[in-house]
């Protein structure tokens, strides 16, 4: 059960899927049956980017070119996700991608924008 101060935050607990997160999901399925895509897992990362602060990117991806993507998906952007997924980008080794939903009106589909 959600307590009352996580439904306030639209936050949902550790290792569930929001509905953009569950459709992302099976476009990473698709994908991965074409071989643009060998390998990913929900929320299968945590990095360190300082005492107390952490970041766990949606997904953590292997690209066909065998590069670690780590993915966030957002419906909306906040400054604090955009300034950890820069800090993250800084830190560490793997290709940073953040995932937006495209309005129906440009096509929908997804926006990507890399890091």
């Known amino acids: 059960?959600?307590?009352k101060r996580a439904k306030a935050l639209g936050r949902l607990p550790v290792g569930v899927m929001n509905k953009?997160?569950?459709?992302?999901?099976?476009?990473?399925?698709?994908?991965e049956q074409t071989g643009d895509v060998l390998w990913y897992?929900?929320?299968?990362?945590?990095?360190r980017l300082a005492d107390g602060c952490f970041y766990t990117?949606?997904?953590a991806v292997m690209a066909a070119d065998g590069v670690i993507e780590c993915h966030e998906v957002?419906?909306?952007w906040m400054d604090d996700a955009r300034v950890k997924i820069k800090v993250a980008a800084?830190?560490?080794p793997f290709r940073f991608v953040a995932v937006t939903v495209k309005p129906k009106k440009a096509g929908g589909g997804w926006q990507f924008e890399a890091f």
């Open 20 to 31: 953009t997160e569950s459709a992302y999901e099976r476009y990473l399925k698709s994908i």
């Open 57 to 59: 990117p949606d997904f």
């Open 74 to 76: 957002k419906g909306t």
């Open 90 to 92: 800084a830190e560490y």
């Open 41 to 47: 897992r929900f929320e299968g990362l945590k990095l």
């Open 1 to 3: 059960m959600l307590s």
